[in-house]
């Protein structure tokens, strides 16, 4: 039944139209995922069962949380102690599923080639992830197909620059508390790589970049004369410029 009038057909609001539709379902099994699978859901009836033991309420769980502890618990009730026991027949109806997924296609019919065209897609989506992460892609704010095609490519090339510039540092971080070939490394040597190392891991590559965008420079008028402050890169900087070939003079 048409939602709209159609201009094109002539269909009026109301018509029934029938047509036919191929559909191809695929129904694919991985033994992996089904691991995965099981785990993610043993896991998460422990921790239901850990949570109404310790004495929260079971409706004031999410929705689909109550629904579990229906489906896959029997609690009781003894004073004060509550008890969870695993209804077994259920929970082994649940793993029978575990593992299979299902692509479904109107255009292949080959299951083989529908899922290596799907794990494309996957490649896809990462790639798109890191242009909104890594390459300001989260808002086009362009015009014409044109001007989008060549935004993109821009981006395409600064995120090799970003994975190029990613693997240097992970070079750096890997050697950072080696010896060197003399074997020659005074403790504040080692101090310093310690403290770069540390920086380095907890701080995204992204955030490393800000560090060094810019160097801020402070005006200060006094009566006497004015005066002029700049920030000045520390130790810790110096090394890691220097570990990237970069001069700090």
């Known amino acids: ?15 029934v139209e029938t047509f036919k539709r191929r559909v191809y379902l695929h129904i694919y099994f991985n033994a992996s995922r089904q691991a995965e699978d099981r785990i993610a859901f043993e896991t998460d009836l422990m921790e ?50 575990h593992g299979y997924f299902i692509l479904v296609s109107n255009r292949e019919k080959d299951c083989f080639e529908f899922l290596r065209i799907y794990r494309k ?3 896809i989506e990462s790639y798109f992830e890191a242009e909104k992460q890594h390459a300001d892609g989260s808002r086009i704010r362009v015009w014409s197909p044109d ?6 490519f821009v981006q395409l090339v600064s995120l090799c620059y970003y994975e190029y510039f990613s693997e240097q540092l992970r070079k750096i971080k890997t050697a950072l508390g080696k010896r060197n070939k003399e074997g020659i490394r005074t403790k504040e040597t080692v101090s310093l790589e310690e403290k770069l190392l540390s920086w380095m891991e907890n701080t995204p590559v992204y ?5 060094f965008d810019t160097v801020e420079e402070v ?18 900087d110096a090394l890691y410029l220097e570990k990237l070939g970069m001069s700090t003079h």
């Open 1 to 15: 039944m048409r939602k709209y009038a159609s201009h094109k057909s002539g269909a009026e609001k109301g018509a």
């Open 147 to 152: 001007t989008s095609r060549g935004r993109m």
């Open 121 to 123: 897609r996957e490649t």
């Open 48 to 97: 239901l069962k850990k949570m109404i033991e310790n004495g929260i309420p079971v409706d004031e769980l999410s929705k689909s949380a109550q629904e579990k502890v229906k489906k896959y618990m029997s609690i009781s009730t003894w004073g004060k102690k509550t008890t969870v026991c695993f209804k077994d027949k259920e929970c082994q109806e649940a793993y029978k599923y």
């Open 207 to 211: 955030l490393q970049l800000q560090w």
């Open 219 to 236: 005006k200060v008028l006094s009566e006497l004369r004015n005066k002029r402050w700049n920030t000045e890169i520390t130790a810790r």
